[in-house]
Structures are given as structure tokens and as C-alpha cells.
């Protein structure tokens, strides 16, 4: 009798919110079929320390991949593990030619690549990671040139200490696992209580406006 009240409660709950939008379809959905979901900007604006913007990304979900464009370069993010994902932070659009990112900072991905949207392959950056059990990160492999990066020394949060021999530091709100910043080899990059990049400092100094918002689920 459960499973059929159940059967006859999710139409009526995804008539209720026809009106909605489909990302709050897609949460209703994911709620009730119990399924991790992990929240991405729909679009992000990069702007200059005087305030003038110097680039859109416009994103969207296929599947597992969060894709990213800002109109010569696409970045696709494929997750390999929700629940690793949602205890990492979502790095701002770029790795490619914009370069902005702390790619150890991810977590859940199974694949980071930057192409060319005119010339799908030329690509720019091209990484695949793996994880231990605790969805630490274990390496970070770039296909372009065959460089393997390996991690074995993390905070209490997951996080790796020694990113190709510097020190990363980490600085976290009250009761949150994920940093609140990032420092490394004068870089520091600043997150919003969703993870979500919001500001970068690496000599020059930029922020970054969020706004809309896509899940990507298991």
C-alpha cells in the first residue's frame, strides 16, 4: 500500500508544480526519489577589481556533465560521484584560456576539459582525477601532457596540503566542511556558504556575480 500511495503522490506533486520552473521539478523529483543532487550557477559573471566585467559564462547539465561557455571555449565537468562532489566546492568556469580555478578544491570529478567551440579538438585542458574511499583526491592525471600529480597529505577535511610542493591552506566557516578560502602560492580564492566561487586574489584581483542555479544528480 506504501509503493502505491507513493505511485499516486508523485503525479499529483509534480502537477502541483507545473507552474514552476524545471530545476524545481527536478528537486521535487530527486527528493522523492532520494537521489544526492549537488547545485551549480546557471551563469556566471567575471568582473576586474574596478567592477567592469570581462566575461559570461553561460552553463547547462547533460547528464552528469556541467558544461560551461563563454563563447570560444566550452568546459565540461563530469562527476563520477555526487556524494564526493557535494563535499568539495564549485570551482569558477575557466581552466582553459581563462585559468581561473583551484582544480584540487573539486571533488567528485571524473573528468575537467576546456576545448575550442569552434574546433572541438583543440583542447586546451584536459584532466582526469581519482579518488580514495573518502573522496579524497588520489591524482589528477593531465591527458595533454601525460603529467600525473599525486596527493597524500590532507586537512581534516578532505582537502589535499601539498599541491606540487606548496602549501595549500584552508579557512572554514563555524559547523562547514567546505572552506569559506583557499590559499596557495599567494593565490587565494574565496567561496559563498553553496561553494561557489565568488572572488579570486593572485596579484590581480577579481569576483565573480552567480546567478540561476542547475543540479546535477546521481
Not at 63 to 80: A, L, N, W
Amino acid at each position: 500500500m506504501k509503493i502505491y500511495a507513493l505511485g499516486l503522490l508523485l503525479p499529483l506533486i509534480i502537477f502541483a508544480n507545473c507552474d514552476g520552473s524545471s530545476d524545481d521539478q527536478n528537486a521535487v523529483l530527486a527528493l522523492l526519489l532520494n537521489k544526492k543532487c549537488m547545485n551549480f550557477p546557471k551563469n556566471t559573471t567575471v568582473f576586474d577589481s574596478g567592477g567592469d566585467p570581462l566575461v559570461e559564462f553561460s552553463c547547462s547539465v547533460s547528464g552528469k556533465t556541467y558544461i560551461c561557455s563563454d563563447g570560444p571555449s566550452i568546459q565540461y565537468r563530469t562527476y563520477s560521484s555526487i556524494e564526493g562532489a557535494l563535499l568539495g566546492v564549485v570551482n569558477p568556469p575557466g581552466g582553459g584560456g581563462q585559468g581561473f580555478g583551484f582544480f584540487p578544491s573539486q571533488r567528485g570529478l571524473l573528468r575537467n576539459k576546456t576545448v575550442s567551440a569552434s574546433n572541438p579538438t583543440n583542447i586546451s585542458y584536459n584532466f582526469i582525477y581519482t579518488y580514495d574511499f573518502a573522496h579524497r583526491l588520489v591524482s589528477a592525471f593531465n591527458a595533454i601532457d601525460s603529467n600525473d600529480r599525486v596527493y597524500g597529505d590532507y586537512d581534516l577535511n578532505g582537502f589535499p596540503l601539498d599541491v606540487d610542493g606548496i602549501s595549500a591552506n584552508y579557512s572554514y566557516d563555524p559547523g562547514n566542511k567546505r572552506p569559506s578560502s583557499i590559499s596557495i602560492g599567494g593565490t587565494n580564492m574565496f567561496f559563498d556558504t553553496n561553494g561557489w566561487a565568488i572572488g579570486l586574489e593572485d596579484g590581480d584581483i577579481y569576483s565573480f556575480q552567480n546567478s540561476g542555479s542547475l543540479q546535477v544528480c546521481d
